[in-house]
């Protein structure tokens, strides 16, 4: 557990970390008058004010015991705001181990919601395949003397990220569709919502071609994974959520090279992503009802690979020419879409991609890239990612892109090339939303980290899930 709500403080902790607020530096009283002399003066000599990421740990005797306290400054308390504060939280305990308390004589600089956000946060690791492990872990201990707190919505949600980062940083020889849709019955059995998986003969039934072609030269074969949660049965209103499911991607025919390979294990960030959002919000029963679909198979080589210039069928009768294989998440999420909005009738549909490479090139790896037909529900989104502090950012759909993705022998083509390379992805797949109310969401730059970012170690991030909770929340 890595905070606890404590109503009685029966041991010595390893450090007691202190939140101060710049000009007002309290700490607690019960410290003898000796030792808070020597506290101010160790604060007068390291020049700490309670500045944003102000750090001062001091250890003295208070009577047998020998005590640590960690100071960590918020800045002025004016300025003070969720964002500061993860920040605070984060940058003052990444490096810490053991048994903690964590406390502040200004009650107001406490947010057990961040706290136990960020505790999550710091204590995640993906060892499961090295010999020797680091098997210290950073415990947190919030006293209250009578605990009235049910759930700390932070915490349960770290929980979840954290499943949804141990999804995308397992292997691809261990995330195959089979193994991902065992996850997704798994864990619906644990958080409590439905799952269903159909085969491929029963793809093959509803047609869904474009789908079936990517997948079709991998020994490991596609599973299309639909969850149901029932929150509201008073309610007929559905939210549909799309995730990319590409397990693992070569590119195809159209071969990546080696070094662009080595991470396309999270090619299934977006699957994990919403098969995460669905255990959020069974987790914490939100009176929401929606339904996920991930379409998950493998990008292979083989004789029985498609190919460029291969003309394709989809499930909602569309004919695309291939011209790149590597361009193979929207042909899977197209027939995804088909299916959630035919076969499930959601009212609006959400998706999340690793899809292209090109929203790094616009965004950087801080920033998800989302592409709507509705304003409203676009700023619903940012707004409740704000909360969070995830950054999103309304990329352009206009008309004109639709010209680009036109193919001179069939309804669409998949790939147009270098130019607005995310844009014309997105204005592929609003070709197979049946004017639904529709966000995409490309999370090729945030699913994973590459060096250990503001908040996220390397690897795995489990952005969005966050945000997708709370944007269908309401």
Known sequence: MSLEIIEKIEKIYSK????????????????????????????????????????????????????????????????????????????????????????????????????GEVAEHIDYKFDKYMSEKKDKKLNISYFMEKNDVDVIEG?????????VRDLINEPACVITPAKLAEEAEKLGKEFGFEVEILDEKEAEKLEMKAFLAVGRASVNRPK?????????????????????????????????????????????????????TMCALAKMKIKKNVTAVVAACENAIGSNAYRPGDIIGSMNGKTIEVTNTD????????????????????DEVIDAATLTGAIMVALGDNVTGVFSNSDVNYKKLETAGKYWGEKYWQMPIFEEYKDIIKSDVADLKNSAGRLAGSITAAKFLEEFVEDKPWMHLDIAGTAFSEKNGKYFKKGATGQVVRTLYSYIKG
């Open 155 to 163: 915490k349960e949600l770290g929980k979840i990220i954290n499943i």
């Open 327 to 346: 361009a193979e998440g929207r042909l899977t999420l197209a027939d995804a879409l088909t299916y959630i909005i035919r076969k499930e009738n959601v």
């Open 16 to 115: 007691t970390v202190t939140l101060v607020s710049e000009g007002d530096l309290k700490f607690c009283e019960y410290i003898s008058d000796k030792n808070k002399i020597f506290i101010k003066k160790m604060m007068e000599k390291n020049s700490f004010t309670g500045k944003k990421g102000d750090k001062l740990e001091v250890s003295f005797l208070e009577g047998d015991s020998l005590i640590a306290i960690l100071f960590l400054g918020t800045g002025k308390k004016e300025n003070l705001n969720r964002d500061i504060m993860r920040d605070v939280i984060y940058n003052g305990l990444k490096d810490v181990t053991g048994d903690i308390l964590i406390g502040s004589e200004d009650k107001e600089l406490i947010d057990l919601e961040i706290i």
């Open 224 to 276: 299309v994974i639909v969850m149901r949660y029932q929150g509201d049965t008073a309610s007929k209103e559905r939210i549909g959520l799309v995730g990319k499911g590409l397990t693992y991607d070569t590119g195809g025919l159209s071969l990546k090279p080696t070094s662009s390979m080595l991470d396309m294990k999270t090619d299934m960030g977006g699957a994990a992503t919403v098969i995460g």
